[in-house]
């Protein structure tokens, strides 16, 4: 310890200027402030609002459509109907939402369309304002389970709980996906959130049923399910005290808090009843549109995560083996058993470059690396959740429940079967709960952020949002980055921090905006077909460079460096 | 051992809380409510955790991203003259001039065409198109489709859009913002503000409605007008007095509608360089205000076919062959025409020399009180007035010439007077008041309400509304992070005069009367322009009242300075 402590000595005046940290912790110590997102609130609807006119990706329209499919319909019909190409593919508790929504449809939007199901919608202003406003009104959910958060918490906990739920409320993730490309994040995630909350404040039974209750909504929590199952088995369940002793099988039987195990799975259970019961008939039908296995490996474009390097690289050895294949055809012997040549005859250069990143949703065919079938993409995500989670199920505290939350969600966005680009908030949600404890959290956080906002930016690809979308991110990025540095704690292992990786990382960060730039006057400009993939491609390699690094350097953490886990 | 280790670093921590925490209370009781203007209004609050010395870099960038994400979004709303042919609007007449500046060679710029959007401004905005035109062609991948000569007229797509609206925004980083900035530091550094609420200002000023409205809204390119005036004004403030001329002679060249504030500086810099006998200095002004003239207008001399261009551009710039008003103005002519009509009872000829006399009567205050106090203090109020005056009683005035008189008025944000700002921001309201009917004309509403609502809210304007009562206390309404406490309660921002206090209800009460008319209420079918008329009234009277007002405040503070008021 001595020599740690002088080591620390000696680089502090360099490393972190000795005034910063005083100042902030009077920040903490102050109990006259307010701690309030209600300014927030106010000004980031103002903004929102002024939103209203402009971009709406064609979620707009499915969730228009499932309004009218739950509003004209009758709920046993609810999963089947398909007039329309946006079939009802969410759980039926966001059906019953979108019921409960189409119930205050004013009349100028019935009128103008709204709730006509119809194969493609016809609406106007009134049906984009009413829908927008939903969004707006739903997401208040967001910000009172932040707000009970803040509040509940300790006094010198406060100021760095206000800025994590600050960022989380201004989140250019909300904005984009929620307010200009059209979804209900901001809801759903307010759901996941308080089960996040509950979960800190040790309220395990509303932690489960919160979870539940986010699970029946949107599906895709599931990929953080294996978390939550271990820690609230691990913590309130299993009886792992110290009078434990092993004398016979008996003992066994008292690891178990069997109340507990009751209530918490009456809870959950009735959850699932009150959502699938209703439709118990024909779950199969429910099922096959929940999880419809027949897309494709990659999303519409590449979500910024492993197989969109594994893609890159199969590109770039197509184009390498093309170009030699070209001027010689003695190699042919090394490439006959590649894909390519099985339909080399009517491929040319551009063809093989441009598939798989049109926009088109469809199978996604490698040349040259070998193909992904969904099984791999389980077991690699599976593999890497369950590392995740065994920590837990020895020591289950808040902060490695947080941890491994963090972690199942970086696992099924870089190796999951068909992920959207929109699922990086699965990992950076849960990450923002972990970033104040410690300084060394922050290098990671900095980099999916940066990479994991600047890769939503081809949602928004009208050119109207593009300079909006940077100047948003730019300062959530310049705020937080700053006010997060702040407020974490600098651990006593702070030496162990890597100069080079954090100065690697900044730069990575700025080298975004001459990308993004880039990108946006390619895009432009138009300059030729043959570069109508080119910024999708830089956007997402680039940005999973980001993405992947940040995993390694939070699982580095997570797996290997203890005092940062002891609470 | 990590928290032994640890224990005395925090017990000094604590010795320094407890001093900075005393230094805090201190003041907080004392002086900041009466310093600081804008004292625990929501910028306040936004802006305070960046008070510390080291934070206070991003206070900057964060208000200037702030606004320029505002402005982004309002230019998402419709513009002027969207999808109305044949003739479109403000929106057209700029694509207009892009592409007649960047296809026809210069002799040609001031003939061609005048009939369909014909350019009437002065050289420096054509060389402005010209840029942005070869910017918005380089883009368009000479495709040419947004520019071609002839056959672009009336081309609407969203791709030229966000174009049209970037350079606006684009000309506003460039031109307004840095001056505005430097303005607010300047004024906050002699007023002994803090730099917090330098920025406060500064944010205030940059999120002025009308001016967001008009620009990222209805489309023009006022900022740049604007933001060459700051300049002049700075240097003015910093004494380099023919830099001063220089820029103001930009923004001449820019838009002929800053001849407004001509008098003020003609005022200023004689009574600086020729009558304190510094005749180097007059000289010298003399030199940069002929040279940037000529640097205007030389190149249409020179490439475009001499003398009579020149003249021809001078031609169509005045184009004193207009009548007196042409749409409903909130201004002295329009309003009294209700009751006298003067086209029927005088000749043309005849108008223009009474309102030129009358201007010129409006202007002798301001002009004789900078004349013979020559103080940086009074110059922003001597330029309001000034230019309100030009606004109330000059010829061939437009709705949207408010912007002249609300530039130095809106700059005034910098005063650390509560009843100055008050002022302001009654006066801010009425300007984008008194552009209801053009932005209604646009499909601005939306846009119009939020921005109302957005920059009031946030200078604290509607503090008196206080959602602590509105809502259960475990959602904590009130201020976020600042270090107000619960119970402080800011004041309304009315002025201290109870005359102000009842002029500035019973105008918000007509205000909202006209509107809730204009929305429920049909005007009779002999007068369809009811509502505008009654619209232009209520602003005229506002206008006029507010002139008064820095007339008076120019004669009271005439014996002071920026320190001392």
């Given at each position: 310890m001595g020599h740690s402590a002088k080591q620390k000595n000696k680089k502090s005046p360099v490393k972190?200027?000795?005034?910063?940290k005083p100042l902030l912790q009077q920040i903490e110590v102050?109990?006259?402030?307010?701690?309030?997102l209600w300014n927030f609130w106010v000004a980031s609807t103002a903004l929102k609002i002024l939103l209203f006119p402009g971009y709406y990706s064609t979620d707009f329209d499915v969730h228009r459509n499932w309004m009218a499919i739950t509003k004209k319909l009758p709920l046993k019909e609810w999963y089947f109907e398909?007039?329309?190409?946006?079939?009802?593919?969410?759980p039926p508790f966001f059906a019953y939402f979108e019921w409960f929504l189409a119930q205050f449809v004013p009349k100028a939007a019935i009128e103008d369309g709204c709730l006509d199901i119809v194969s493609v919608g016809m609406f106007g202003i009134p049906t984009i304002y009413y829908q927008r406003c939903t969004v707006i009104l739903s997401e208040i959910v967001l910000f009172v389970v932040l707000q009970v958060y803040v509040n509940k918490s300790k006094m010198s906990e406060k100021s760095a709980n206000f800025v994590v739920a600050s960022s989380i409320v201004l989140s250019p993730g909300f904005l984009i996906v929620?307010?200009?490309?059209?979804?209900y994040n901001g809801f759903l995630f307010g759901i996941l959130i308080a089960s996040i909350v509950s979960a800190k404040f040790e309220h395990y039974l509303l932690c489960g049923f919160f979870f539940s209750v986010a699970l029946c909504f949107k599906h895709i929590f599931l990929y953080l399910a294996p978390s939550f199952f271990v820690f609230l088995l691990r913590a309130y369940i299993l009886n792992f005290d110290s009078s434990f002793k092993f004398k016979?099988?008996?003992?066994l039987f008292e690891l178990v808090h069997w109340t507990r195990l009751f209530k918490l799975a009456g809870v959950v259970l009735s959850t699932f009843a009150v959502c699938f019961l209703p439709f118990a008939r024909d779950y199969e039908q429910l099922l096959s549109r929940l999880f419809?296995?027949?897309?494709?490996?990659?999303?519409a474009y590449w979500a910024p995560n492993f197989w969109a390097l594994y893609s890159f690289v199969d590109k770039i050895l197509t184009v390498a083996v093309m170009k030699i294949s070209q001027h010689t055809n003695k190699l042919d012997f090394l490439f006959?058993?590649?894909?390519?040549?099985?339909?080399?005859?009517?491929?040319?250069l551009d063809e093989v470059i441009n598939t798989g990143t049109r926009g088109l949703v469809q199978d996604v065919t490698f040349e040259i690396l070998p193909q992904i079938p969904p099984k791999i993409t389980f077991t690699l995500t599976l593999f890497y959740q369950v590392i995740a989670v065994l920590p837990v199920l020895f020591a289950p505290t808040f902060k490695r429940f947080i941890g491994s939350l963090t972690l199942c969600g970086y696992s099924s966005f870089l190796f999951?079967?068909?992920?959207?680009?929109?699922?990086i908030m699965l990992v950076i949600i849960p990450f923002s709960f972990l970033v104040?404890?410690?300084?060394?959290?922050l290098t990671p956080f900095r980099l999916v952020t940066a990479a994991g906002y600047v890769s939503l930016?081809?949602?928004?690809?009208?050119?109207?949002?593009f300079l909006l979308k940077i100047l948003y991110v730019t300062i959530w990025c310049l705020i937080y980055f700053v006010a997060l540095r702040d407020i974490t704690k600098i651990s006593s292992?702070?030496?162990?921090?890597v100069w080079f990786f954090d100065r690697m990382a900044i730069v990575y960060i700025i080298t975004l905006l001459p990308l993004i730039v880039a990108c946006g006057t390619i895009d432009i400009m138009r300059?030729?077909?043959?570069?109508?993939?080119l910024s999708l491609m830089l956007y997402s390699v680039y940005c999973a460079l980001g993405v992947g690094s940040s995993w390694l350097g939070l699982s580095w953490l997570y797996n290997f460096d203890e005092p940062l886990w002891e609470e | 051992m990590g928290s032994s280790s640890k224990k005395p670093e925090t017990l000094v921590l604590e010795a320094r809380n407890d001093a900075t925490k005393e230094s805090a209370a201190t003041t907080t009781q004392t002086g900041i409510e009466s310093k600081e203007?804008?004292?625990?209004s929501p910028l306040y609050d936004f802006l305070s955790?960046?008070?510390l010395v080291t934070h206070q870099w991003e206070a900057k960038y964060i208000i200037v991203l702030f606004a320029l994400i505002l402005k982004c979004a309002v230019g998402l709303g419709s513009y002027s003259?969207?999808?109305?042919?044949?003739?479109?609007?403000d929106f057209e007449a700029q694509r207009h001039w892009m592409e007649l500046t960047i296809n026809l060679p210069l002799s040609q710029w001031y003939w061609?065409?005048?009939?369909?959007?014909?350019?009437?401004?002065?050289p420096l905005t054509a060389y402005h198109s010209y840029i942005l035109g070869y910017l918005g062609f380089f883009l368009n991948n000479k495709r040419a489709n947004w520019f071609t000569?002839?056959?672009?007229?009336?081309h609407e797509d969203l791709d030229l859009k966000s174009f049209m609206r970037f350079s606006v925004i684009l000309s506003e980083v460039l031109l307004y913002i840095p001056g505005v900035i430097y303005m607010c530091k300047w004024i906050g550094k002699q007023t002994k503000q803090s730099p917090i609420n330098q920025y406060i200002a500064a944010a205030a000023i940059l999120l002025q409605p009308s001016l967001i409205l008009v620009d990222?809204?209805?489309?023009?390119?006022?900022c740049v007008m604007l933001g060459l005036t700051v300049y002049a004004i700075n240097n003015l403030l910093d004494e380099f007095y023919a830099a001063a001329a220089a820029c103001f002679v930009f923004a001449i060249c820019f838009k002929?509608?800053?001849?407004?504030?001509s008098p003020i500086f003609f005022a200023y810099l004689l009574r600086k360089s020729l009558f304190q006998w510094n005749l180097g200095r007059f000289l010298l002004i003399g030199l940069a205000t002929v040279s940037s003239f000529v640097l205007c207008f030389l190149p249409l001399y020179l490439l475009g076919g001499g003398l009579s261009n020149v003249i021809q551009s001078i031609h169509r710039i005045f184009p004193?062959?207009?009548?007196?008003?042409?749409?409903?103005?909130?201004n002295f002519w329009c309003v009294s025409n209700i009751v006298v009509k003067y086209r029927e009872v005088f000749s043309n000829e005849e108008l223009k020399l009474y309102s030129l006399v009358l201007t010129l009567a409006g202007l002798l205050p301001s002009m004789l009180v900078i004349f013979f106090w020559p103080k940086k203090h009074l110059l922003l109020y001597a330029l309001a007035s000034c230019s309100m005056s030009f606004f109330l009683f000059?010829?061939?005035?437009?709705?949207?010439?408010i912007l002249l008189p609300l530039l130095p008025i809106t700059l005034l944000?910098?005063?650390?007077n509560r009843s100055v700002v008050s002022m302001v921001s009654w006066i801010n309201n009425v300007g984008l008041f008194s552009l209801w009917p053009l932005l209604q004309k646009d499909g601005l509403q939306l846009q119009y309400v939020v921005i109302f609502c957005l920059s009031n809210w946030l200078i604290g304007n509607?503090?008196?509304?206080?959602p602590k009562s509105l809502f259960?206390?475990?959602?904590?309404?009130?201020?976020?992070?600042?270090?107000?406490?619960?119970?402080y309660k800011r004041r309304t921002?009315?002025?201290?005069s109870i005359f102000w206090k009842l002029v500035i209800i019973i105008s918000y009460v007509a205000m909202g009367i006209t509107h809730m008319l204009d929305l429920w209420v049909l005007p009779p079918e002999k007068y369809p322009d009811l509502w505008v008329v009654l619209n232009c009234s209520v602003s005229c009277m506002c206008y006029m009242l507010f002139w008064l007002w820095t007339n008076y405040k120019l004669f009271s503070l005439r014996n002071q300075s920026f320190q001392s008021h």
């Open positions: 972190s200027p000795p005034l910063k102050d109990e006259t402030r307010n701690y309030s398909k007039t329309s190409q946006w079939t009802l593919d969410y929620d307010h200009i490309h059209f979804q016979s099988y008996k003992n419809p296995f027949n897309r494709g490996l990659t999303h006959k058993k590649c894909h390519l040549f099985t339909h080399w005859g009517h491929n040319n999951g079967w068909h992920v959207h680009e929109k699922a104040i404890s410690d300084r060394r959290l930016f081809p949602l928004l690809y009208t050119s109207q949002d292992s702070i030496e162990r921090r300059v030729s077909e043959k570069f109508e993939f | 203007a804008f004292y625990a955790p960046f008070k003259g969207y999808n109305t042919p044949p003739l479109f609007g061609f065409d005048t009939h369909y959007w014909g350019l009437d401004y002065p000569l002839d056959e672009s007229r009336g990222n809204g209805h489309f023009q390119y006022n002929q509608m800053a001849l407004f504030y004193f062959g207009r009548g007196l008003f042409e749409d409903k103005v909130a000059g010829f061939q005035v437009h709705e949207k010439t944000y910098t005063s650390s509607f503090s008196f509304v206080t259960p206390k475990w959602l904590t309404p009130g201020p976020s992070v600042s270090q107000v406490s619960a119970t921002l009315l002025p201290r």
